[in-house]
């Protein structure tokens, strides 16, 4: 599956989902497979899932250019 059909898949159940559960559901398979390859992108889709929905990565200055 390509990213365009991907997305194109995402947006089509997104829009048809009834309730915020399901729309997370959605957009974590969205995630995997966008970004699963990778495997740092992998624990923040399951951190996500799991209800880490507040989390903010730890970032050091020195690499935000800040």
Do not use: P
């Amino acid at each position: 599956m390509n990213s365009l059909s991907i997305v194109q898949n995402y947006l089509n159940r997104i829009s048809s989902a009834n309730n915020e559960t399901v729309r997370k559901e959605y957009f974590s398979n969205y995630l995997n497979q966008a970004f699963g390859k990778s495997e740092d992108a992998r624990a923040i889709i399951n951190d996500f899932a799991a209800g880490a929905e507040r989390k903010v990565l730890n970032i050091s200055k020195k690499h935000r250019g800040g």
